[in-house]
Structure formats: C-alpha cells, structure tokens
C-alpha cells in the first residue's frame, strides 16, 4: 500500500487527479490536504470510497499540519495553490503565502522525513510567446514570469530546485498547460463562458479574443503526473502539454455553437493588464523518456463533454456564479 498525499485535492485539477489515482492504482491509499479556500469544494469529492481518501482541512503554509501529514506519507504531490491570474492581480498577498511560503513548508517537511516530492507547477513561469513565431516552450526556457500568480509559481520552482540540489530532497516537477474538464471553479475561461451562456448571460472575451492557450484536458495532466511520480528522474522537470493551441476567440465561438447559439453572441470585455500573448508546450522529453501520450486529444469532443458536465452539475455552479460575475464586473469584464 502507498500513502499518497494530495495537497489541494479539493480543487480543480487536484480532484480529477485524486479521482484518476483511485481508478488506476487499487493499491494506494490518498490523503488530501486542503484549506477549502473559495476554489476548494468537499463535492468534488463526493461519492469516493472512504477506505481509500481521507481528508484533512488545513493549510499548506501550516509548519505542524504539514509535519503531521507528511509524517506518515510515501509520497506528496502538490497541487495547492492560489491559482488564478485575475485575482492576483487584485490581491496578489494570498499568493505569496500559499505558493512560495507553502511550498517551502512543504519542502520542509518532506526533508525531513525523507519524502518523495512531485511539485505541480505551469507553462506560464516561461512568460508568453509571440502569436506569430512558430516556437514553443521546452525544459531550457529560462523563467520569465509576468503576473504575480505565475512569478509566485516560478519562485515556488525555484525553492524545489534548491532544495533538490542543496538537501538531496527527491523530487522532480511537472509544467503544464491551461488544463480543461469537469469541476473548473467558474471564474476560468471556458467554464465562465459556458454557465455564462447557460444563464442567460453574453461570453465576456477579453480584448480582441487573440491570446493562445495550449489547452489540455486534465485526465492528461492526471496520467503524466503518475508517469513522472513513479518513473520521473529525480531533480528534473517535465513539460506537459498535448498539442491543444487555439486563440480565445475560436473557444468561445465553437463553445456558443455546440450550445446551440450564434457565434458571435458574445461580447469584449477590458482586457487583462499584462495578458500574456501565447503559451505553447513541446512535451518531448516526457514523451521520449517517459513514454507519456495525451489521450483526449480532440478538442472539441472534451469541450463538448465538458460543456454536458456544466449543463447537468447546475446545482455544483449555480451557487457561486453571481459573486464571481459581480467581481468581474466591477473591473468592466
Ligand atoms: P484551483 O484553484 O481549482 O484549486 C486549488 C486548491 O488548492 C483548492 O482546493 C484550494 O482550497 C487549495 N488551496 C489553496 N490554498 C491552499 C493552502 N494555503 N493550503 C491548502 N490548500 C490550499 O486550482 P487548479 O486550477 O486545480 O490548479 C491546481 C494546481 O495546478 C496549481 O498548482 C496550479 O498552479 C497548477 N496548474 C493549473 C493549471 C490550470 O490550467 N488550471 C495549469 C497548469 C498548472
Ligand atoms: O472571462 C474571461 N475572458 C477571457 O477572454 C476569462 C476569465 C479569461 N479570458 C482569457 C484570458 C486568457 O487569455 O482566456 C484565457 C484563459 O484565461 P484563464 O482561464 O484565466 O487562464 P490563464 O490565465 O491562461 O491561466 C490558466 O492556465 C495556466 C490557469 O488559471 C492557471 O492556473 C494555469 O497556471
């Protein structure tokens, strides 16, 4: 038996992942630490065996719960985090403290207890591209962090590489693209603009709707983080992505037309200060080392599934979406 311990299990991409673990290896046994912050939700949770997840409510930046819970793991792997860019921008102190100060104390804790460490981190700590260069990011891409989310993840990078080469810490870390599919907290893009339109209210597309995301959807992010946890080489970093460009004017088109609207029943809304252009992914090496292949490789059949997901869960959205439209608004967006 495995003891896994999931930080931020109760969030978006933490939750898919927990669930994946649960379908594929029988054999381990989760602890999912989480604050419950805005973005965390015991329901995406919910129907899991209570023999093979537990849950322990707590913060990341916390010295003694941490202590206490990767005391008894196998292995940590870290999805915790303030993860997104607009809220960073009006408020970037959350994101000091549970990315840099809560990685470090998970650091920490897993030196000294000689605990295998896999950091989740993102493209963005690379910067942006330009829209029309044909290159990508690689493993050699130095840092170049534009918002306080992604430079607060590019420190967090850092921390796990320091403490790899300076404390022999066994870890590797993960960078991947803007992931997509079921439980995405509403504030996002793609699943703003589908409870948008399943409540009556116009996509918002900021600026000109031009920026590219890499868009993978998150069973993928879930199959190569177990690749990388149990074969990943210790002290190195893998780029994760599955081919999955497309510019925010195109997603919000194709989302109205599989909802059955007019494409361009949409409106632009004030554009995000700093927005990065482009983000695109080589993921090579995790390919070639690893043997790692995306499996939801078409978009629009993940987006359409998605948007099914939405349509059927209005009770698991409906509850926030004022409040995250009210905030938007309040900044034209
Ligand atoms: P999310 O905001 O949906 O979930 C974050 C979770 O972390 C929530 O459950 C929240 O309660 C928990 N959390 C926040 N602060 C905490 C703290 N101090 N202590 C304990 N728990 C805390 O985020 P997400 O989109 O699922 O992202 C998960 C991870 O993946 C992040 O590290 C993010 O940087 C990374 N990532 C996200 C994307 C993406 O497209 N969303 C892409 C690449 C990497
Ligand atoms: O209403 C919107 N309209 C719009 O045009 C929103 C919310 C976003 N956008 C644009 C901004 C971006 O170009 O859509 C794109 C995607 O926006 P987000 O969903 O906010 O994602 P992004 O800023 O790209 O960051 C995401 O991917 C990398 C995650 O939130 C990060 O956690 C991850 O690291």
């Known amino acids: 038996m495995t003891e896994l311990v999931v930080t931020g299990g109760a969030g ?74 607009d809220n960073s921008l009006r408020d970037p102190r959350p994101f000091v403290d549970t990315n840099l100060v809560g990685t470090f104390t998970l650091l920490e804790a897993v030196r000294r207890h000689g605990v295998r460490f896999h950091h989740i981190s ?78 009556g209210i116009r996509p918002k597309l900021y600026g000109a709707g031009l920026n590219v995301r890499d868009w993978i959807h998150t069973e993928d992010h879930s199959s190569a983080v177990v690749e990388i946890l149990e074969h990943g080489r210790i002290g190195q970093t893998y780029l994760i992505g599955a081919d999955g460009e497309q510019n925010n004017l195109t997603v919000v088109r194709m989302i109205l037309e599989l909802m059955g609207r007019d494409p361009d029943d949409f409106e632009h809304v004030n554009d995000r200060p700093g927005h990065d252009r482009r983000y695109a992914i080589d993921s090579t090496k995790l390919q070639e080392e690893l043997g790692w292949q995306p499996r939801y490789t078409n978009f629009r059949e993940g987006l359409k599934a998605t948007i099914d997901w939405y349509t059927a869960h209005r009770d698991w959205w409906e509850p926030v979406k004022a409040q995250v439209e009210a905030t938007y608004a309040k900044a034209g967006q």
């Open 122 to 199: 993102t493209d963005e700590v690379y910067g942006d591209l330009a829209l029309d260069a044909p290159a990508r990011f690689t493993e050699h891409t130095p840092y170049n962090p534009s918002s306080p989310y992604s430079s607060t993840k590019a420190g967090s990078d850092l921390l796990v590489r320091a403490w790899v080469r300076s404390f022999n810490v066994q870890a590797t870390i993960s960078n991947c693209s803007n992931n997509y599919g079921p439980y995405q907290y509403v504030e996002k893009f793609i699943p703003r603009q589908i409870t948008n339109v399943l409540s």
């Open 12 to 85: 978006f991409i933490g939750s898919n992942f927990v669930r994946h673990v649960v379908r594929v290896r029988p054999q381990w046994h989760v602890t999912v630490l989480d604050k419950l912050t805005y973005a965390g939700n015991l329901a995406n949770l919910a129907g899991l065996p209570e023999d093979r997840v537990a849950f322990v409510r707590g913060d990341v930046a916390d010295a003694d719960v941490v202590d206490g819970v990767v005391g008894a793991a196998d292995a940590v792997v870290h999805f915790a985090a303030e993860s997104h860019n």
